[in-house]
């Protein structure tokens, strides 16, 4: 398995165009709003989360993309997750998260956003007031309270 995260800055003019582009490369990619995301550690996390969730046929969701963002966001329902984490038509800072996917996704991507990084930065206070996150995360930071939420997610 090939996993890499990857921080984008762009516009999103047409997003059902955009979804509909994704779902015809061979392979998993999930673009996430990276301001909900507490950094490259924890997109990992999700996204490992969702592959062991499929091998052990305990997914929520038949979608690898869906699965993908449930993990991250450390929830089971659907809509939120992507209330918190779905990309939107305008300005954005994405967090890729691509799954055995060849160099032809990375180069599709390159070619309409701008490789940056940076986005993937936490930003502990937004992530904090949308994730509702109390005292857990003034005991552990925030970034290891929305992991562990993720990890939660398989004993639950």
Known sequence: MNLDVRGYRGVVRDLTGLLDEMKGFP??????????????????????????????????????????????????????????????????????????????????????????DGVLEPDEEYLRRIYDLGGEAETVGVGEALMERTTMLTVA
């Open 27 to 116: 392979c998993t990619v999930q673009l996430m709003d990276a301001r909900a995301v507490a950094g490259r550690e924890h997109a990992i996390h999700g996204a490992i989360h969702a592959l062991k969730a499929f091998e052990r046929g305990q997914n929520i969701s038949s979608d690898m993309g869906i699965e993908i963002c449930l993990r991250v966001a450390g929830m089971r329902q659907i809509s939120r997750a992507i209330e918190l984490l779905g990309i939107k038509e305008g300005e954005m800072e994405i967090c890729a998260v691509l799954v055995d996917c060849g160099d032809e996704v990375i180069k599709f991507l390159d070619s309409i956003f701008e490789r940056d």
